[in-house]
């Protein structure tokens, strides 16, 4: 996959973004590795201020909804910084063939290093206005469902569905903008919405 045509238009307005791992290898079936996104999305919020909308993080990519001083900056140094800790963690987990598939992959560019965790680009989409938002919010909620993992977006435990729903997820998410409708799950029932 080349260059993105995505770009950050306005760095300091929220953007839906997604990170895939290099040819949509399945890094984060185990918490050990998903806690690495997690720890460093919070250490983001809490020292940079940045702020998380929504997020899911599903075992080969995360989408989320983010804003930032600086989105283009924090975009590159969260998957620089989570890079590392995820090959660090795999070496120390024994995860050779994953290993010899991050550096087989590897794109012919990238001389730096003998691993590649990262897909090129992050595909951010300007959120021009709250529609637009609750729409992507909701598919982000949606995606573990309509893969068939849960049966609703709260059951999903590496989610924001279940702040929207009232409920404590795993990081803190701004809502300061929400008005209480439902972004991918049912407030009366739990449901998931259609």
Do not use: C
């Not at 290898?25 to 460093?40: K, N, S, V, W």
């Not at 997020?55 to 924090?74: G, S, T």
């Amino acid at each position: 996959m080349g260059r993105s045509r995505y770009q950050v238009f306005e760095p300091t307005a929220p953007h839906f973004v997604t990170f895939t791992v290099l040819e949509w290898q399945p890094l984060f079936t185990r918490p050990a590795t998903a806690e690495i996104l997690l720890d460093a999305l919070r250490f983001r919020q809490e020292e940079r201020g940045l702020k998380i909308y929504a997020y899911v993080i599903l075992e080969n990519h995360m989408h989320a909804v983010l804003q930032a001083d600086d989105l283009r900056k924090e975009i590159h140094s969260f998957k620089t910084y989570t890079a590392g800790l995820l090959l660090k963690r795999l070496e120390e987990l024994g995860a050779r063939r994953v290993l010899k598939l991050l550096e087989y992959f590897k794109k012919a560019h990238k001389r730096d290093h003998i691993h590649q965790v990262w897909e090129e680009g992050s595909h951010p989409q300007w959120m021009q206005n709250e529609p637009m938002l609750l729409q992507k919010i909701k598919y982000i909620h949606q995606n573990p469902v309509k893969r068939g993992y849960v049966d609703y977006p709260e059951h999903w435990r590496y989610s924001s569905a279940r702040d929207y729903m009232g409920q404590t997820g795993l990081l803190p998410v701004y809502m300061d903008w929400w008005r209480g409708e439902a972004v991918g799950v049912s407030v009366e029932s739990g449901a998931g919405a259609p």
